[in-house]
């Protein structure tokens, strides 16, 4: 089994910088792609940043150039630097995985929430 635990929300005032943390554990094979997403309430879960596992990444237009994803592979880690926040960047942050276990698969942590005030 694969579990995944995000880390590093708080609350945060507007231009301020947080950096969110996952980590994933369990039998792990290989972690493909890993990515961050976000949702609101009454919104759909979007994508906020994407790494492959050999470190190229895409970003959604509404974060380049404020936000940055990277990965530490033999942590089985993702990482967020959100910098410059703004109050729309308040939503449940949720990272995901495409983890190689005994077969594949997407999975997904907990969330953690991120609030910036304005």
């Known amino acids: 089994q694969v579990r995944l635990v995000e880390s590093g929300g708080g609350l945060v005032q507007a231009g301020g910088s947080l950096r969110l943390s996952c980590a994933a554990s369990?039998?792990?094979?290989?972690?493909?792609?890993m990515a961050w997403h976000r949702q609101t309430p009454g919104k759909q879960r979007e994508l906020v940043a994407l790494?492959?596992?050999?470190?190229?990444?895409n970003y959604a237009d509404s974060v380049k150039g404020r936000f940055t994803i990277s990965r530490d592979n033999a942590k089985n880690t993702v990482y967020l630097q959100m910098n410059s926040l703004k109050p729309e960047d308040t939503a449940a942050y949720y990272c995901?995985?495409?983890?190689?276990?005994?077969?594949?698969?997407?999975?997904w942590g907990q969330g953690t929430q991120v609030t910036v005030s304005s």
């Open positions: 995901n995985a495409d983890v190689s276990t005994l077969s594949r698969g997407i999975y």
């Open positions: 369990g039998t792990i094979f290989r972690i493909n792609d």
């Open positions: 790494i492959t596992r050999g470190g190229s990444t």
